[in-house]
């Protein structure tokens, strides 16, 4: 069927933003049939023009949210000269916020879709982290941007999770006592991994309360200090002898060692970052 009217959208971003309000508008009128054109990244006058041009030769309404007053302008400007009805979607908006907040708008185009950008990158985060917790799915470490490892309790999973939520795909793993470190883990490059380290005394005390609220009364060496500073002596060993970074947490708040641990890996994450995020808007 051919739509009885035409709506032009216009946006010097994605026009994500104009399409969701038109959508929701539109759905109030019952029996009109519409047919919607988006034009995005619009960023120069002589664009507005040709698109005006193209839209006067039919019955058509210009929406658009551009973000920059100068194009804001050009559109009023030239939508006047050619008779064209146009409908500014943000720019009023835009005013009376400023008269609000008694400041200037960025006239950044496209933050809205970074914002979403973000968002979705640390829902990938958070689902890698839960995915690759506690050694599991060795083989997707190689998609990490860096791994943790190190004793039970000494703090992996929390620490996982919280770089997530900042948009870090972080996999940890643990290691037990005589054992070697998983062929997954020592194939990453060193850069890419952190060892964490923790009191004896404090992880041992850490293991004696998950002992007492997993099995109350039960005797083990999982909580002995003498057994724990066998272990973690162990650790430090493995970590000197595989070249991996340690870190000692103890006493430590999330938020200082997830930074600390961001100090360690920074140079080399910086760009692996970079290319999950060019996959992930390649997805989008």
């Known amino acids: ?25 539109l759905k109030q009128f019952v029996g ?8 995005p990244n619009v960023l120069r006058q002589s664009e507005v023009t040709a698109i005006l041009e193209e839209a006067r030769k039919q019955h058509t309404l210009v929406a658009h949210t551009f973000a920059a007053t100068p194009l804001r302008r050009i559109m009023t400007e030239q939508s006047a000269r050619l008779g064209i009805e146009s409908l500014d979607l ?25 914002i979403d950008e973000q968002y979705f990158r640390r829902i990938d985060a958070v689902e890698f982290a839960v995915m690759h917790d506690d050694g599991k799915h060795l083989e997707g470490l190689k998609y990490a941007d860096f791994v943790l ?8 999973t929390p620490l996982s999770v919280y770089l997530a939520l900042e948009g870090w795909r972080v996999g940890n793993v643990p290691l037990v006592h005589e054992r070697e470190v998983p062929p997954e883990v020592l194939a990453l490059p060193k850069e890419r991994i952190v060892g964490l380290l ?12 998950r002992l007492e609220y997993l099995a109350p009364g039960r005797q083990m060496d999982y909580d002995d200090e003498e057994v724990v500073k066998e272990e973690v002596a162990w650790c430090r060993k493995l970590y000197g002898r595989h070249s991996i970074r340690a870190l000692d947490v103890t006493e430590k708040a999330i938020e200082e060692t997830a930074h600390e641990v961001l100090s360690i890996v920074g140079p080399f994450v910086g760009g692996a970052a970079a290319s999950r995020e060019g996959r992930l808007k390649k997805k989008a």
């Open 1 to 25: 069927m051919t739509a009885d009217r035409v709506i032009f959208i216009l946006s010097d971003a994605t026009g994500d933003t104009a399409s969701r309000i038109l959508g929701a508008a």
């Open 32 to 39: 009109d049939s519409v047919a919607i054109r988006r034009f």
């Open 90 to 114: 943000l720019g009023p908006v835009l005013d009376r916020l400023e008269e609000f907040l008694h400041a200037k708008a960025r006239e950044v185009p496209g933050l809205y879709h970074q």
């Open 149 to 156: 490892v190190g004793l039970s309790r000494t703090g992996k």
């Open 198 to 209: 923790l009191d004896p005394r404090r992880l041992a005390d850490v293991r004696r309360s």
